[in-house]
């Protein structure tokens, strides 16, 4: 009996499936009869347009052009409205079966629901709706019949509607996705010396299979184009898929679409968690700025404002204010801040924290943090991050769920990162398990993060030359989320990206020379 409602439950998610198919086709179809009746009426427009400056004899002649447009409009809706038909009977002899396969899964009596299971299962075996074909039997382009008399006015006798290009025919095979381009190549059927230029549509979308009519994004237009393939670049892949069609055009009339492909865009998306950044984080999708003023209206205790802040500045050690005090006599933070206007930050008491922290402060105290909302569990990930030229200090890096409200990035056993401090002098560094390991390199104004979960590594690269900053070597063990921390300036995310072949090739080349580096992550 088990076996048997498994296989029912398969049944109902196939017809529902189906469904949903159905549905979408309806909605192609009623889609494609109202593009008949407008393009119809169109390229009749057109047709009255040219007839007006024609002499007494192209009267005659509009009258049966006239007529064989709308009967090929009459035509093509009369077979889609067939098809529509067929499509309403199937579907609604469909929702019938559905109703009663999920009746049949309340049968209590195993008798009884052996023999209604067979039954369902037979009538679906016969169901209309497998046998239904989900493409339009005609299209909504009427483009075939428009006219240009402008050569043609000496030859009214034998005049024709213009010659109109075939659709182009797309090339899956030679379509290739990388490096956040698509390239797309097509051919035509047959050499057609006519062809001016080529149009190509792409539409982002989050459903495979056809493209929908509800619910979507407009198509994208890339208009004359000369040769059969061309590339888009610079997208961002915020959605699992791409919808592509091709057209060609002559002088005069552009052809039917291709019949559209569907490509899959795999990338990490992710942005800036609110609800668990410091109060003196300002975070916007995938921007985030410190703001010193946040949380100041809640930072005070019984009307008082809290005495008990100490000034913080990340990264700087006693040892290098004590030289600098000594050059000047001076605390060069205080110093600093007066010469560029930029507050400390502070670190609250236990008994402000409590009060302050609301629906969005997660981490508080010097941990001045937000995370991705997005976890990583498997595969290899990228995204890059941008900082303001006025940013004293932030890093960069990922961590486990479990960081806690005072943790810093890289100052636990659970979170790795790079630590830029531009506050006395431009430093870079790796960071893990509260281990620090100076990079010699020039600090790049874009940082790529490379994640490969599943091959334990995260590197950072300097996102404009690819030129590699660090490697973290190691094996993760639970879900890693992007973690950033940031003091005085902003931090920009770009994410919707995929690996650069550069850095690929950059890993293999690493993974080669590197095969037996510790599991101390590379800090000494």
């Given at each position: ?224 184009i000369k040769a059969t393939e061309y590339t888009l670049s610079g997208l961002k892949f915020d959605t699992k898929y791409i919808n592509i069609r091709v057209q060609a055009c002559n002088k005069a009339v552009a052809g039917e679409y291709s019949d559209p492909v569907t490509l899959e865009t795999k990338a990490f998306v992710f942005s800036l968690d609110s609800t668990s950044s410091h109060l003196n984080l300002k975070v916007e999708d995938t921007y985030v700025e410190w703001d010193p003023t946040g949380g100041k209206g809640q930072e005070k205790i019984k009307g008082k404002e809290n005495k008990s802040r100490l000034h913080f500045t990340p990264e700087l050690s006693a040892s290098s204010l004590q030289a600098a005090q000594g050059h000047s006599g001076q605390n060069p933070l205080l110093k600093s801040n007066r010469r560029s ?184």
């Amino acid at each position: 009996m088990d076996e048997q409602r498994e296989t029912l439950q398969r049944i109902v998610s196939t017809l529902a499936n189906k469904n949903d198919e159905i549905h979408n086709f309806i909605d192609m179809l009623n889609h494609t009869i109202k593009n008949v009746q407008v393009n119809s009426s169109n390229v009749i427009s057109e047709l009255d347009e040219e007839f007006d400056g024609l002499y007494s004899i192209l009267d005659e002649m509009k009258g049966s052009m006239a007529n064989a447009i709308q009967q090929e409009e009459a035509h093509k809706i009369q077979a889609l409205q067939d098809q529509l038909s067929q499509c309403s009977n199937a579907l609604e002899s469909s929702e019938e079966l559905l109703e009663l396969a999920a009746q049949s899964l309340d049968i209590k009596d195993p008798v009884e629901f052996l023999k209604a299971a067979r039954q369902i299962k037979d009538r679906v075996t016969m169901a209309s709706a497998f046998r239904i074909s989900l493409k339009p039997k005609v299209s909504d382009s009427m483009t075939h019949l428009m006219v240009d008399f402008a050569l043609e006015r000496r030859m009214l006798q034998s005049v024709k509607f213009l010659p109109v290009p075939k659709p182009p025919e797309i090339d899956l095979a030679a379509c290739l996705v990388a490096d956040n381009c698509i390239t797309v190549s097509w051919k035509m059927p047959e050499e057609d010396s006519r062809i001016d230029h080529f149009v190509l549509e792409y539409r982002k979308t989050n459903f495979d299979g056809l493209p929908r009519v509800k619910d979507e994004q407009r198509w994208e237009l890339i208009d004359y184009i000369k040769a059969t393939e061309y590339t888009l670049s610079g997208l961002k892949f915020d959605t699992k898929y791409i919808n592509i069609r091709v057209q060609a055009c002559n002088k005069a009339v552009a052809g039917e679409y291709s019949d559209p492909v569907t490509l899959e865009t795999k990338a990490f998306v992710f942005s800036l968690d609110s609800t668990s950044s410091h109060l003196n984080l300002k975070v916007e999708d995938t921007y985030v700025e410190w703001d010193p003023t946040g949380g100041k209206g809640q930072e005070k205790i019984k009307g008082k404002e809290n005495k008990s802040r100490l000034h913080f500045t990340p990264e700087l050690s006693a040892s290098s204010l004590q030289a600098a005090q000594g050059h000047s006599g001076q605390n060069p933070l205080l110093k600093s801040n007066r010469r560029s206007g930029a507050p400390s930050p502070k670190r609250t008491s236990i008994s402000a924290r409590s009060s302050a922290r609301g629906s969005r402060d997660h981490f508080t105290g010097e941990s001045y943090t937000v995370l991705g909302d997005t976890a990583i569990e498997s595969g290899q990930h990228y995204w890059e991050v941008r900082a303001q030229k006025d940013c004293k200090s932030y890093s960069v890096g990922v961590t486990y769920r479990n960081m806690g409200k005072f943790d810093q990035l890289g100052k636990t056993n659970s979170s790795w990162c790079i630590h830029i401090n531009n506050w006395l002098q431009t430093t870079l560094s790796a960071k893990h398990n509260n281990k620090t390991k100076t990079l010699d390199i020039p600090v790049p104004d874009r940082i790529g993060v490379y994640c490969d979960f599943d091959g334990g590594q995260l590197a950072f690269y300097n996102a404009n030359s690819k030129e590699l900053l660090h490697t973290f070597r190691t094996k993760f063990t639970q879900p890693l989320l992007p973690g950033f921390m940031i003091w005085c300036g902003g931090l920009t995310v770009s994410t919707g990206l995929q690996v650069p072949s550069a850095v690929k090739t950059l890993q293999k080349s690493e993974n080669g020379l590197s095969g037996s580096t510790s599991s101390l992550n590379n800090i000494a």
